[in-house]
């Protein structure tokens, strides 16, 4: 069959309507880092996830640069991290000088908290300091945790364990927009609310999008301040201009707050459609010998926005990277799970413990069509080449 499909992974979903908030920045001049779209766009992000307060920055990584420097990490620091993430997690550990340790995930793709809690329990002891790693001699400031595919992770125990050990907690919940728990202590609670600091993105692949831009949100007022302060120079005095610490260039732009005002009201669509070609997916792939479709983790409410498919070469006949190149070839575009971060060039000398379960995914998992104006239609059109391509 010869086919020319185009179906994207994910692409950003765009009203016209954001026009007309463009249009008037421009008519106002207001198009940088000062303006009511920012405002705007903080408020109903801060009031949607359920927090006091939201600080609107110029992407994901930044929140995160922020996050971890606010929270106390300094050169020759650790801090724990996912090795199944987007390496945009942890580049900023790095930008401060301070070093990942590599935890392995489970079969939701977040961290293995067994491991977790096994790593700090024998290769860890708490001093004056605070968490030693004996390995290493370093102290551990933090835990970083992600809700990768906007899987919300286990965040009671996650919570459990960072108490016990005395660790801060920064949640990147820039893939779970949108995601929160509907039982037990955090019902109701979203992802990225729940531990020390939250982060969020607004990159064109993810739910909603500002072009490029990200959220640090948080409940402690302290850390807003903080937050703020560091994002625009670390300015203390806003007419002479006076600066008694380093601070960065990260301000949101009005003009990126002006899509984001726009996307925010259609969340709630964006993640009904998400959830409804999910299920569809799940009800035709289950059809087929060999491949899973991975389920989201219950008693939470996700926001579906990567769908996972785990390829087992041995019932379906050809193995993932055969099937990875046959859909691209037909014009549906499927990707490979990020190649660990453990693995990368610039972290193969940091610590890792016991990575395994997340080199299985590594090699099996695709990720395939999940926008959300993927039709009906699409959905049955990948689904077709994937039964048609089995062995
Ligand atoms: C997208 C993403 C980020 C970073 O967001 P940017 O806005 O692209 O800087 C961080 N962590 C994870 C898990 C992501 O998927």
Redesign the pocket.
Known sequence: MNKNLNIPLSVPNLSIDILDNVKECIETGWVSTGGKFITEFEEKVADYVGVDEAVGVQ???AA?HLAFQILGVEAGDEVIVPTV??I??VNPITYLGAKPVFMDCDDSLNIDLDKLEEFLEKNCEQTEDGLLNKNSGNIIKALTI?NVFGNPIDMERVIEIADEYDLKVVE?A??SLGSFYNVGEYQGKHTGTIGDIGVL???AN?ILTTG?G?MLISNNDEIIEKARFLAVQAKTDPLYYKHDEIGYNYRLTNIAAAFGTEQIDRLEDFIKVKKKNYELYKKEIDKIDGLELLPFNTNTRPNYWFYSVVVNEEEYGIDRDQLLNKLNEVGIQARPLWGLISDQKPYQSCESYKIDKAKYYVDNLINIPCSTNLTEDEVYQVVDMLKEYKV
Request: avoid cysteine.
């Open positions: 992407s994901g990584t995160l993430t987007f945009a997690t992600v990147d820039a893939e993105s607004f990159n993810k490029g990200g």
